[in-house]
Each structure stands twice: as C-alpha cells, then as structure tokens.
C-alpha cells in the first residue's frame, strides 16, 4: 500500500507540472513579445550603415570603368535580392508569432477566437508582389509629373539653341540645367546634347567628356546607344583610334538594335578599326 501510495503521488506531481506548463500567464506573453520587439529592432538596425562606401571603380580605359561600374550595380543588386528575402523570412516568422500570441490572449481572457481577423502584417502591408516588375523599353520622353517646376522649359529653351545652331548658348544653357537640377531624368539626354554642342564648337575633349556623363548616367537608358557612339566618334577624333574602335563595337554589342550601330559601324570603317 505505501508503495502504491508514493507511486500515486508522483502520478499527480507529475500531472500538475504538465497544467502548470500549458497554462501559460498574460507576464510569459508579455515576455515573449518583448523578445519580439528586441528582433524587430535588430532588423531595423539593419537599414544603418557601416561606414563610408568604396567601391572599386578602377580602370585604365572608358570601357573598362564602365565595366567596373556595372559591376558594382550588379553586386549591389545582388545583396539588395538577398537582404530582401531576408527581410521577407522575418517578416514572414514575426507576422505568425504574432498571430500566435493575439490567439492565445483571447483564449486567456475568455474571448471569442472564431472573432479574430487576418494578423495584420509584420511592418505594414508589404503588398502581394515579391518580385520586380519587367522594365518596359525606355522611351526618350519623360513624364513631366516627375519634373521640377521650369525644369522642362528649361531643357527646351537649350534644345532649340542646340536646333538653331547656336552652339555657345546651348553648351552654357545644358552646363547650367545640369547644374540646377542633379539627378534630373534628363539628365542622360541633356549630357548627350550638350556633346553636341561642344562638338559643334569643335571642343572634342569636352563633348567626350559629355557623351561619357550621359551614357554612364543611364548605361541602358533611349539615349544610351547614341551617347556610347558619340563617345566613340569623339575618341577617334581624339586620337584614341584604339580605345574608339573597342567603344563603337561596343554599340552594337550593348544595343544590337538600335540605329546607332550602323552609324558605328561607318564610323569604324573610317578609322579603319580590324
């Protein structure tokens, strides 16, 4: 009977222990969402920086630099994919926990479960689309909605010098539109048309200077093809026979159909570029 007896004891011991761990109190919940919080803060930690950037964007040639530079769009693109599937995990996990502790308080204080909604998403409603729309083909007009205000009449005051011939004012109106409005979507094509008129005013070095600015502005922008074969005009008549025949190839490699090619392709034959 004493044997019995003990072996009943530890029955009911043991029996209590296992209520104790499923009855779980609003101060464990309580608990658990500041863990949660502390998460959330080292995931927002994750959006300060380290230190000052240094990509590596060396090179002996124009080409080469701009290789460098696609280069370092491409790794950046890269770890911007996986720290945004990183994200998403989280996101993902903190949205269920949450749902998981909402349910559990209701069940505490005796409410109505079949009542809960939807959890809301951790960070607020990301949306339902995880993957980066298709890039429709660029088209040379910009939207205008995008534009500062004066920034288009500006840009077509300096056009219609370039238009009239009016080399000088064109060059000075393009440099100052360039220098009012950093950053501009025209700026690819303000750059490509400020080459021109420093070429028409025979400034080569400049103009090249210019066509560089807007095709690495926007290596895969509607001007892209025209700035890279100015480029390559502009280095050939620099002397550059070398590196000018590497850039107009290069044109019909990047943008095989675009009409610039068969302007490059005249313009390698006059080099004589092999």
Same mark, same amino acid.
């Given at each position: 009977?004493?044997i019995?007896?003990?072996?009943?004891?530890?029955?009911?011991? !043991?029996?209590g222990? &296992?209520? %104790?761990?499923d009855?779980? @109190?609003?101060?464990d919940?309580?608990? #658990? +969402?500041? /863990?949660?919080h502390?998460?959330?803060?080292?995931?927002k930690?994750?959006?300060?920086?380290t230190g000052?950037?240094?990509p590596?964007?060396?090179?002996?040639?124009?080409?080469?630099?701009v290789?460098?530079?696609?280069a370092?769009?491409?790794r950046?693109?890269?770890?911007?994919?996986?720290?945004?599937?990183r994200?998403?995990?989280?996101?993902?996990?903190?949205?269920?926990?949450i749902?998981?502790?909402?349910?559990?308080?209701?069940?505490?204080?005796?409410?109505?479960?079949?009542t809960?909604g939807?959890?809301?998403?951790l960070?607020?409603d990301?949306? !339902?689309q995880?993957? &980066?729309? %298709?890039?429709?083909?660029a @088209?040379?007009?910009v939207?205008?909605s #995008? +534009?500062? /205000?004066?920034?288009r009449?500006?840009?077509?005051?300096?056009?219609?010098a370039?238009?009239e011939?009016d080399?000088?004012?064109?060059?000075e109106?393009f440099?100052?539109?360039?220098?009012?409005?950093p950053?501009s979507?025209?700026?690819?094509?303000?750059?490509?048309?400020?080459?021109?008129?420093?070429?028409?005013?025979g400034?080569?070095?400049?103009?090249?200077?210019?066509?560089l600015?807007?095709?690495?502005?926007?290596?895969?922008?509607?001007?892209?093809?025209?700035?890279?074969?100015?480029?390559g005009?502009?280095?050939g008549?620099?002397?550059?026979?070398?590196?000018?025949c590497?850039?107009?190839?290069?044109?019909g490699?990047?943008f095989?159909?675009?009409a610039?090619?068969?302007?490059?392709?005249?313009?390698?034959?006059a080099?004589?570029?092999?």
């Open positions: 009977m004493r019995a007896a003990l072996v009943l004891a530890a029955a009911v011991a !043991t029996a222990m &296992a209520r %104790a761990q009855q779980q @109190t609003l101060a919940i309580r608990q #658990e +969402l500041t /863990v949660l502390v998460e959330i803060q080292r995931l930690r994750e959006f300060s920086t000052s950037p240094s590596n964007l060396s090179g002996s040639s124009v080409l080469e630099r290789d460098a530079i696609e370092e769009l491409q950046l693109t890269s770890q911007t994919e996986q720290l945004n599937q994200i998403e995990r989280i996101v993902a996990d903190g949205t269920n926990r749902g998981d502790l909402e349910f559990r308080l209701v069940e505490l204080e005796g409410g109505d479960i079949s809960l939807e959890t809301t998403t960070g607020g990301t949306g !339902t995880t993957t &980066a729309p %298709a890039i429709e083909p @088209t040379p007009t939207d205008d #995008e +534009l500062a /205000v004066g920034e009449a500006e840009f077509d005051a300096a056009s219609k370039l238009d011939g080399f000088g004012r064109a060059a109106m440099g100052q539109f360039d220098s009012s409005y950053g979507p025209l700026a690819p094509e303000a750059q490509l048309k400020r080459g021109r008129a420093l070429k028409g005013l400034d080569t070095r400049e103009a090249a200077r210019a066509f600015a807007s095709f690495t502005g926007d290596s895969e922008g509607p001007v892209a093809p025209e700035a890279l074969y100015e480029l005009a502009a280095l008549r620099l002397g550059q026979t070398d590196q000018a590497i850039t107009l190839g290069e044109v490699v990047r095989p159909a675009s610039a090619v068969a302007e490059a392709s005249r313009e390698m034959a080099l004589g570029c092999s």
